[in-house]
């Protein structure tokens, strides 16, 4: 079973590196509401690996990339629309 989470959580995280060289580039359209939903429930995920005993550290740590590829995404939206 573990290795699903793995994969799916690697896969999800993988999905956000084009979304990530989309922003930087600035040609493509990303829903900023979106972005925060995907990265409360990312924040929920890593306080749910946290919270495990013992501590899941690789769903922690693959929350913790997503959290901070999806917060780079949005500072580059606000930047670039406001």
């Known amino acids: 079973m573990d290795i699903f989470a793995l994969l799916a959580g690697s896969l999800c995280t993988l999905s956000l590196i084009p979304q990530l060289v989309c922003a930087q580039r600035g040609i493509c359209q990303i829903s900023k509401v979106f972005l925060i939903m995907y990265l409360v429930g990312v924040i929920n995920w ?25 917060f780079l995404i949005l500072v580059k939206l606000v930047k670039r629309h406001g």
């Open 46 to 70: 890593g306080l749910f690996g946290f919270t495990l005993t013992p501590i899941n550290y690789p769903l922690l740590s693959i929350s913790v990339l997503q959290a901070i590829f999806t």
